[in-house]
């Protein structure tokens, strides 16, 4: 037997949470006027290394890379925001007037990485970003964004984790003051601290074996070496998170794991019980430079993302359970002739927004009974020789214990009054539009 590839998993199950999550989201992004976008699964691999940086960890250990027939070398996607980059570039969409331009994805990132919980080899991602304000209060606004994607699902107890690393040359200048501080003691930290000592410096303020080492906790601030004009940046953003009465921790260790930011990162953060240790559910920050670095027009931006499976496991710790599906009416059929008929009334009501299913087994009419309850459906619609013959039907209320017979052609008419009674008018779970015959 063939078995899917290590890392990867086939959504069954839990295919509720992810279209609640999908659901919520493009809910909270139409309120912030985000627009979605898709971009490829695969993209050239130099993107990666210009993007996410040549000596990080996920472009040195864990990106799919494969050469096509063409002799191009290609990456799977190991994340969202260097694609939302290229194609920003590549279609002009910096020219757009409406600034800033903000776009919001959904879909599957690869990296090859130990599999552990909520974390896959294969996994889903939700992230936006902004294009073309320089502004904290676009800083604000996003963090503000991505808390309001939690809200909606009622994730609790959410912790906003903020730093800044500057611009570039405050960054540069923190570089080498964290260096110079380190270096002496360089050979007590772990094997990967000290390739991260002359790769990625920044890297070794989060590293999970040494950050209780002497050495690290006593390491500058980022603070310590910002500019006045980043500084201020940093103040203003403070400020508007506060006008959102969005409560935070600055976290002079945080410092996320990608070359492009500047300014701004930030993480929202979970309790340790509901994902251990790496309980950071979102992260994103400032990329002033990536667009420009990348051969587009000077553009300053701001981003985040979620993984997806790591949310579904806090929610489901948080005891988050999406809604159960179910049907509006469930045909209970007996009979050849009233299989026809039964099936002209369900293109009538699937047209008209109401859904509904049938028995195409030929069961017994216990069977079909088990049937309806299995799906949860609010009606019975019971048709058999008898019911043709006269051209009605009858129609089981399983929820009020009621039952009546009405003519076929009152079905429709029928079920939308019982089941927009009470809801204002409107069917719920029907389509928006509805019928108009």
């Known amino acids: 037997m063939i078995q899917k590839m290590k890392g990867t998993y086939d959504i069954t ?43 990080s960890d996920i472009v040195s250990k864990e990106t799919y890379d494969f050469e096509d027939r063409g ?43 130990r599999p552990q919980k909520g974390r896959f080899r294969e996994f889903r991602q939700f992230g936006a970003e902004s294009f073309g304000s320089s502004h904290p209060s676009q800083d604000g606004e996003m963090i503000d964004y991505a808390m309001n994607v939690l809200r909606a699902l009622k994730l609790k107890n959410v912790r906003v984790h903020i730093n800044s690393l500057g611009g570039t040359a405050s960054k540069s200048a923190y570089k080498d003051a964290l260096k110079a501080h380190i270096e002496p003691h360089l050979e007590t930290l772990c094997r990967e601290c000290q390739i991260r000592f002359e790769t990625n410096p920044l890297r070794m303020l989060d ?4 950050k209780d080492k002497d050495v690290l906790k006593t390491a500058p601030r980022t603070f310590d070496y910002l500019n006045e004009d980043d500084s201020a940046h940093f103040e203003a953003l403070k400020r508007y998170l506060d006008a959102m009465k969005i409560s935070y921790t600055v976290d002079h260790s945080l410092v996320r794991g990608l070359d492009y930011y500047t300014h701004t990162v930030f993480e929202l953060q979970v309790s340790e019980a509901l994902l251990g240790q790496q309980n950071a559910i979102c992260g994103g920050g400032r990329y002033n430079t990536l ?34 599906p179910s049907l509006h009416a469930y045909f209970i059929i007996m009979g050849d002739e009233a299989r026809e008929k039964a099936m002209g009334l369900m293109h009538r009501l ?28 609010r009606f019975a619609v019971i048709i058999g020789e008898e019911e043709v013959a006269q051209n009605t039907l009858n129609l089981k209320d399983q929820r009020e214990a009621t039952e009546d017979t009405i003519p076929m052609n009152d079905l429709y008419i029928t079920l939308m009054e019982r089941l927009t009674r009470n809801t204002n008018g409107s069917c719920k779970d029907c389509s928006e539009k509805g019928d108009s015959q």
């Open 350 to 377: 699937r047209t008209g927004g109401i859904t509904c299913d049938a028995d195409f087994t030929k069961r017994s009419m216990k069977a079909q009974f088990k049937q309806s309850a299995r799906h949860n459906a």
């Open 71 to 113: 002799g191009r070398v290609n990456t799977l996607r190991p994340e969202g925001t260097a694609g939302i980059v290229r194609a920003l570039i590549e279609n002009k969409l910096y020219a757009d007037p409406r600034v800033p331009l903000k776009r919001y994805y959904i879909g599957s990132m690869f990296r090859y990485e």
């Open 291 to 324: 667009v420009e670095d990348l051969d587009g027009p000077p553009t300053p931006a701001f981003g985040f993302a979620f993984g997806i499976e790591r949310l579904i496991v806090a929610l489901k710790e948080n005891g988050f359970t999406p809604p159960s």
């Open 207 to 210: 590293c999970k074996k040494d």
């Open 13 to 55: 199950d839990d295919i509720g949470f992810y279209q609640e999550i999908e659901k919520v989201i493009r809910k909270v992004s139409r309120l912030y006027n985000v627009k979605e976008i898709r971009t490829p699964h695969f993209e050239n691999r130099e993107l990666f290394h210009r993007s996410v940086g040549e000596h």
